[in-house]
């Protein structure tokens, strides 16, 4: 931006709103920064939501937290390398630091990155608690697109991601920052970007007026909440489609707000990187939305939520045999008596104990269907008893 507007505070536009003075707070020796607060807000919020989201579609109240355990730490490395990749000219140019491409608390998170190499750390923890990954994406579609709301708040602090110039009635003043708010102006075409921990100058400077982008994409984001959330109420969407349409809903928006932006940016085919990306991701999305035709999940697939691999079939369901032989290996406990005289045995179905004289290895109790087989063992003697479905049980 090559023209810089300087003026003083009596001569502000009466109808737009101004920036906060700085993006840091300093408690003692310990720094505060709004951008890192408000991300940490936003994934709190997200968790918390999509374990009611969770346990509404039956399942384990905790399991969300357990598999975001994976999901943020990949997420938040995911973002962190979109941004230096897709705007890597701030980290390795000539002049530049490219230590700085870790100062992450320095603002700077893609969010494509975050929900690519996020997804592959929910993948990895919901293959260790048991659950379907959609059934995780679902769940925590909305407040994803929450969190992702309330980090655009941390952009405001930080008085970046603003667009072109301005005299709309919304407009954000942006103030010229410098180290320690001293005074002065602008040194060089800034672009009215200033770092983080810089304050504003005082005597105020207004470095120029501009569309606030950033609230642009806060308020889509809440518009875009608020759909997954009726059409998941709605159709009862499953196995990823209410991400799906979180996915889509976003890209919508975000490919034109980007194109209102005035910070610096790589382009692709004449467009920003994140509107090309913005394209592509949206047509994947909506695509999936139209080839998918999962119902929701049976609730009891949602059920596991334990630490160690899961046992459960390919498809998530449970079969008849499965539910029979837990049935029969059950192990059944039966009162023993004061004293059991030799040649005595025990039976299951009355509790009784009576006699069984020697040579005897069968016995026919009421029911046909069962057959008790006795094997002498020293003084006691034990019934094998053969049920229906041929597994021998001990009576003993």
Excluded at 184 to 209: H, M, Q, R, W
Aim: with cysteine; charged share 15%; hydrophobic share 45%.
């Amino acid at each position: 931006m090559n023209h810089v507007l300087m003026a003083t505070a009596d001569s502000f536009h009466l109808a737009s709103f101004p920036s906060p003075s700085r993006g840091v707070i300093q408690l003692g020796p310990v720094p505060l920064r709004a951008y890192a607060v408000f991300i940490i807000i936003g994934i709190v919020v997200a968790i918390l939501w999509g374990n009611r989201r969770f346990v509404a579609r039956g399942g384990r109240p905790g399991t969300i937290t357990d598999v975001s355990v994976f999901a943020v730490p990949f997420g938040i490395v995911g973002g962190r390398l979109y941004h230096v990749i897709t705007d890597n000219q701030l980290y390795f140019r000539p002049g530049r630091n490219p230590w700085r491409a870790f100062a992450i608390w320095e603002g700077g998170l893609g969010i494509w990155g975050a929900v690519a190499l996020g997804a592959v750390g929910a993948w990895l923890g919901c293959r260790r608690y048991g659950i379907p990954l959609g059934s995780y994406a679902d769940s925590i579609a909305p407040g994803l697109v929450l969190a992702q709301a309330i980090g655009r708040v941390g952009n405001y602090f930080n008085q970046e991601l603003f667009g072109s110039p301005t005299t709309m009635p919304w407009g954000l003043d942006i103030f010229v920052r410098t180290p320690g708010g001293v005074a002065g102006g602008i040194g060089g075409n800034t672009g009215c970007e200033f770092p983080p921990d810089y304050v504003k100058a005082v005597p105020e400077v207004l470095c120029g007026t501009f569309q606030p982008t950033f609230l642009y994409e806060l308020l889509w984001c809440l518009g875009v909440a608020a759909l997954v959330v009726w059409a998941d109420r709605k159709f009862q969407l499953g196995g990823g489609r209410a991400f799906a349409l979180y996915v889509a809903g976003y890209t919508l928006g975000r490919g034109w707000i980007e194109t209102l932006r005035s910070d610096p940016a790589n382009h692709f085919l004449g467009l920003r990187i994140n509107v090309v990306t913005s394209i592509v991701v949206f047509l994947a999305a909506v695509v999936f939305l139209v080839l998918r035709r999962t119902p929701r999940e049976d609730p009891a697939t949602l059920q596991k939520g334990e630490a160690g691999p899961s046992t459960a079939p390919a498809d998530g369901k449970s079969t008849a045999e499965d539910a029979e032989f837990a049935a029969d290996s059950a192990p059944t406990e039966f009162a023993e008596p004061a004293s059991v005289s030799p040649g005595a045995v025990k039976t299951a179905s009355s509790g009784a104990v009576k006699t069984v004289p020697p040579g005897a290895v069968k016995t026919d109790e009421t029911s046909a269907a069962t057959t008790d087989l006795a094997a002498p063992q020293g003084d006691e003697v034990v019934i094998l008893s053969k049920t229906p479905s041929g597994r021998d049980t001990d009576k003993s």
